[in-house]
């Protein structure tokens, strides 16, 4: 019984870090060992009974603009309404009639935007339709009311194309409020955290990486499972492509084909397929810029609105997705200056998840419907490590040879409930070596084994 009192006595001690004078005698090797074990496993069951970490989702933002009473529209596709606010009040509330598909490249833009210019009618190309009422507020997107064709027929389309379309008599109510200028956050259910709670077990320690900086979050949650310095700013390589990709989409008609020239090219003939003098579409360039990482296809992308516009609309498309701490400096990543925080890309990756998942089928090597048109790409060698996983939902790996390697992977996991999670890991500076894109998928693989082994053992 004294032994006991003791050591609950001296264990108390250590983990208070209160050290006092203990007879030589009594700590034999097997007392150490076994005090030593015991205070590992005391402060990793204190360490599991922290409040978890969550990702702050777009619900901060709309919190932010009602506190400095804004004037501000918002737009729930979720819920598909839209409310006016006046000075941080909201004032009417509206239904969303349509909204664009994710699915077949004609996602509506999440974010927070502002109102460039409105007209009574505007006229959209692609569909040969008149838009009443019509809003724009970024890239190729509007809100508008029903399309009609030319002679005054309803359309009557299933999808938008990515606009918000309201039914007559509520845009004409929208367009009347609204000012050019005001904010408009748009948002959906995927870029809301739902909440859903895991119930771990106790822990065990988490591996040790090589990265330098790392976040492993549930994309749908915001969970944060383990991370380190992911608020710190370092160079992301390749991992802008996904950015690039994002920007060129939702500016351009993904029709719309351009010549490649030989200034355009930053490794001639280092792309099969991508020379100087052939003509290609917006979308055919995104295989070779996701899958084989091509440097030469995200020029070219750049190219078509001019390379400094393209760079500074990446920048305006991440601060709009809240990637405060973001830089870009050109379309490839090649620049070390393309640097940007692992917080700020679980961002990107929560937004392409919901509103460009056409992309990640690409980064996997998997066919996506393509306008009916062919893709003149073949035999590209996919550059995402971990394009053969069956659970690996889609990524972007990136290296620059004189300095670090970096990688942003979406996977899934099932539960016993025949549903999924969706994780992300991204990891930043694994190392500067031959082997780094190997440091990268060894951290990955051991960010697996643990998320296996803490969080979905039952399923696996």
Avoid at 125 to 142: A, D, L, Q, V
Avoid at 267 to 272: F, K, L, S, V, W
Avoid at 324 to 353: H, M, P, W
Avoid at 356 to 363: A, G, K, V
Wanted: charged share 25%.
């Amino acid at each position: 019984m004294k032994e006991i009192i003791i050591s609950t006595f001296l264990l108390s001690s250590l983990l208070l870090g209160n050290f006092y004078p203990t007879p030589v005698s009594f700590f034999s090797e097997k007392n150490i060992e076994i005090y030593s074990q015991q205070i590992k496993k005391i402060k990793q069951i204190n360490k599991n009974k922290e409040p978890p970490l969550y990702i702050k989702d777009f619900s901060e933002v709309k919190g932010r603009l009602i506190s400095e009473k804004k004037d501000f529209v918002m737009a729930n596709l979720g819920e598909m309404e839209i409310n006016f606010y006046r000075e941080g009040n909201l004032i009417k509330e509206m239904s969303v009639f349509k909204k664009g598909d994710p699915q077949n490249w004609g996602g509506t833009p999440f974010g927070l935007y502002k109102i460039i210019e409105k007209h009574k009618v505007d006229y959209s190309t692609p569909t040969n339709t008149y838009m009443p009422w019509s809003i724009h507020f970024y890239g190729k997107y509007y809100i508008h009311g029903e399309n009609y064709y030319p002679g005054g027929v309803k359309a009557n389309q299933p999808i938008t194309g990515g606009c918000i379309q309201l039914q007559d008599q509520d845009a004409k109510v929208f367009y009347d409020l609204i000012e050019t200028g005001m904010p408009i956050l748009i948002v959906d259910k995927g870029l809301e955290n739902d909440g859903y709670k895991y119930s771990p077990g106790e822990l065990t320690e988490f591996p040790k990486l090589t990265a330098k900086s790392y976040l492993v979050a549930d994309l749908e949650s915001g969970l944060v499972f383990a991370g380190k310095d992911y608020q710190k700013k370092l160079p992301i390589s390749s991992v802008a492509k996904l950015m690039t990709a994002v920007t060129v989409a939702e500016n351009i008609d993904l029709s719309r084909a351009i010549t490649a020239t030989s200034k355009m090219l930053v490794q001639p003939e280092g792309t099969e397929g991508l020379t100087a003098g052939k003509r290609f579409q917006v979308f055919e360039l995104f295989w070779p810029l996701l899958i084989e990482s091509s440097d030469d296809a995200a020029e070219v992308l750049s190219y078509f609105l001019g390379r400094e516009k393209t760079i500074q609309l990446m920048n305006e498309k991440a601060e709009a997705i809240s990637m405060v701490d973001t830089e870009f400096v050109d379309s490839s990543g090649l620049n070390q200056k393309n640097v940007s925080t692992a917080q700020d890309l679980f961002n990107l990756a929560r937004y392409i998840l919901n509103s460009r998942p056409m992309f990640l089928n690409i980064s996997r090597g998997e066919k996506v419907w393509t306008f009916d048109f062919p893709v003149d790409f073949k035999n590209l060698e996919n550059k995402n490590i971990f394009f053969e996983n069956p659970d690996f939902l889609g990524g972007k790996t990136g290296s620059l040879q004189a300095d670090q390697s970096a990688g942003l992977f979406i996977f899934r996991f099932k539960l016993k409930d025949e549903q999924e999670r969706k994780v992300v890991i991204i990891l930043l500076d694994s190392g500067v070596s031959d082997v780094s894109q190997l440091n990268i998928k060894n951290d990955a693989n051991k960010v697996l084994d643990w998320l296996k082994e803490n969080y979905f053992k039952e399923t696996q």
